[in-house]
């Protein structure tokens, strides 16, 4: 959704603009394309390969880079002298360099030690949770973050098989999870939702998505843009709520109604863009 977040960051030249998820830079090019020689653009990224990669691809000086996860931005905003800000994108979610990287641990369909982080350098893994965790715990951080009916069923598996010995790779997870909850429903594979909810625990994306909107709202000048980005319900559920309360505390207005989402002609070039809600504000 390039085109809408340019059109809803409402950029322009010599403008200071944030974007919290710089990934591989592709929203970082286009942005920098638009605010001229004068411009500033702060990229955060948790992951080091992603911000590594990013960083070869887009040689400007104008793109100041930091390791830093969504609660850090208006601390790095800060450090790198910017008081307020004219916009800040959030891209919520998972990338595919995570899912397709080797030895990140994040899809049911590999046979990758249990990982899942987006810093390889935090210390919870998804293998300590599956491992460690009480099985009244997983239960609820499979059915919160994975709206997984079968939550406690699946819980109750991953109970019983790690007592004969550690699960260790995504693959025995898997294998767990399907005998657990039956076979596929449609196109889903029957892991997806409790690897989606392991994932979001290991990294506390949602807390993150809380903390990183509140420091956005902070650094945010008067008619400066926050852009946020969801591609499941729990995600956009807190963006939408947090501008809504925003809203009432007259500190934003709603600027998407109703949240935008991709043409059709993006969803038939890249089917993964169909769950995109992309919601604006702006401060006032």
Known sequence: MVAEVIQELRLHAGGTYIDATLGLGGHAEEILKHIGPGGTLIGLDRDPQALEMAM???KD???KAAKAKFSELENVAREQG???ADGVLFDFGVSLLQLKGPERGFSFLSDEPLDMRMDSTEPLTAEKVV?????KELARIIHEYGEERKARRVARSIATERRKGRIRTCNELSDI???AVGGRRGKT???TRTFQAIRIAV???LGEIQRGLEGALNILRSKGRLVTIAYHSLEDRIAKNFMKDASREGRLQ???KKPLIPSRKETAENPKSRSAKLRAGEVL
Request: overall charge negative.
């Open 177 to 179: 999870v399907t005998r």
């Open 61 to 63: 000086q104008r793109l």
């Open 254 to 256: 709603i600027i998407t």
């Open 56 to 58: 070869e691809r887009i």
């Open 82 to 84: 910017v008081e307020a």
């Open 131 to 135: 491992n460690e965790y009480p099985e």
């Open 203 to 205: 990294n506390d994306e």
């Open 189 to 191: 594979h029957p892991a």
